[in-house]
C-alpha cells in the first residue's frame, strides 16, 4: 500500500490543523493505521492510531483530549485533527500502515508514508 500524507504547516500556539493520509494500492480497510511523529534529534513516537473499521483508537498520553484520529473507509484516507496545538507537537509527522497489528510501536509498522511537517510557534 502506498501512503500520501498532506496537511502539514506553520501554526501558532493553540491553532489547530488537520493531517490527511490517502492510501492507495490495497484495500484500505485490510489495515490499522496510525500516525507517529519525529522532532530533530529524537526518535520517532507514537502519537495516534486506529483499528481496522475505526471502531478503537488510540493516544499518546501527550496528546489525550487534543488530538482525533479517524478514518473514511470509502475514501481510503485516515486523518489527525489536532487542536490547541503546543510547540512541542512541532516534528515531522507520519502516517502508518499494518495489516496484522494497530500500528502502535515505530519498530513493527508495515508500511510508512512520507512525512509532513508540522510548526507550532509560541
Known amino acids: 500500500v502506498q501512503l500520501q500524507a498532506s496537511g502539514g504547516g506553520l501554526v501558532q500556539a493553540g491553532g489547530s490543523l488537520r493531517l490527511s493520509c490517502a492510501a492507495s494500492g490495497r484495500t484500505f480497510s485490510r489495515y490499522a493505521m496510525g500516525w507517529f511523529r519525529q522532532a530533530p534529534g529524537k526518535e520517532r513516537e507514537f502519537v495516534a492510531a486506529?483499528?481496522?473499521?475505526?471502531?478503537?483508537?488510540y493516544y499518546a498520553d501527550s496528546v489525550k483530549g487534543r488530538f482525533t484520529i479517524s478514518r473514511d473507509n470509502a475514501k481510503n484516507t485516515v486523518y489527525l485533527q489536532m487542536n490547541s496545538l503546543k510547540p512541542e507537537d512541532t516534528a515531522v509527522y507520519y502516517c502508518?500502515?499494518?495489516?496484522?497489528?494497530?500500528?502502535?510501536?515505530?519498530?513493527?509498522?508495515?508500511?510508512w508514508g512520507q512525512g509532513t511537517l508540522v510548526t507550532v510557534s509560541s
Open positions: 486506529i483499528s481496522w473499521s475505526g471502531g478503537s483508537r
Open positions: 502508518a500502515a499494518d495489516a496484522d497489528l494497530v500500528p502502535t510501536v515505530a519498530g513493527r509498522v508495515e508500511y
